[in-house]
């Protein structure tokens, strides 16, 4: 049993402090929002009206933040509240600069740090069965290791500081292109008078086969949890599919990468947000699509 502090206990951080505590941990946690703390403390966490309450003690801090300054912010905090040697994992998702800054912020004071964001969504969150990618010393990453296996199935070393933020960018990129792949062929399909069930069992069976078709198809009924059956609810919001893809445009910039199709995706989901669509779910972008 390990003393974890929570930071951050929104649509994923909630499920996933939640799972600590199933394990036996004891979790303390922190949210500026009132519903989050109160719906943490429904599963068995112990909340706090401030972030250097949960924290006193810890000997592991995880934070779960929407971008990048946010997780700045906390962990600037945090250097003066935590002694050395308190290990701070990042599980948001945030840009690669800022990733490597809040290690060296932690390296400073005298803490090992990980960026470790996810992929799985809030089903994930809430299984346990999230896929971590890891960026940190290979110490960290041991001494993390036990408590990203309570949270997730597959866990990866993907490098040093700000690896694992590296390799969420490049996933996510090949999700937004995926999804509005896979929409785009269910509309050219309604168009042709085919049933969404025989597109589904053909692509799903052939070449065309992918995630965002075989677990969140953006139509409903052939894969009855997608957020398609559920009036798109997120899930996975537009704006923090936006937000991703806009991630991969700035590093691609900063490196000399070249991705028209990640370049062509961040437009598309920038026009849908614009159009008051940014608390859908991402899958929902088939609407503008079908023209
Ligand atoms: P969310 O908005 O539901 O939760 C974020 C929480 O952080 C909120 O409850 C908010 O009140 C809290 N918060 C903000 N600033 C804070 C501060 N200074 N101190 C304490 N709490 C603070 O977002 P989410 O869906 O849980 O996503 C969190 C991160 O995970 C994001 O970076 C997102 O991109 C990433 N992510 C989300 C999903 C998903 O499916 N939702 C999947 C993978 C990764």
Redesign the pocket.
Known sequence: MAYVAF????????PMAANLVKAGHSVSG????E??LAAAAQTGVKTFAT?TEAVSGAQTVIT????GE?VV??WEKLAGLVPAGTLQID????DVESARRVHGIARAAGCPSLDA??????G??AAGT?TFMAGGSPEAFADARPFLEVMGKKIVHCGADGAGQAA?ICNNMILGISMIAVSEAFALGERLGLSHQALFDVASASSGQCWSLTSYCPVPGPVPSSPANNAYK????VA?ML??LLLSQDVAEACGATTPLGAAAARLYEAFAKEGNGDRDFSAIIDMLRG
């Open positions: 930071i951050g206990l929104g649509n994923m951080g909630g922190f949210d500026l929002s519903a989050s972030l779960m933040l929407p971008k946010h912010a906390v599980c948001s998702t945030v964001p996810v992929s799985g969504g809030t994930g969150a999230l969420k997120p899930g996975f919001a923090l937000k991703d």
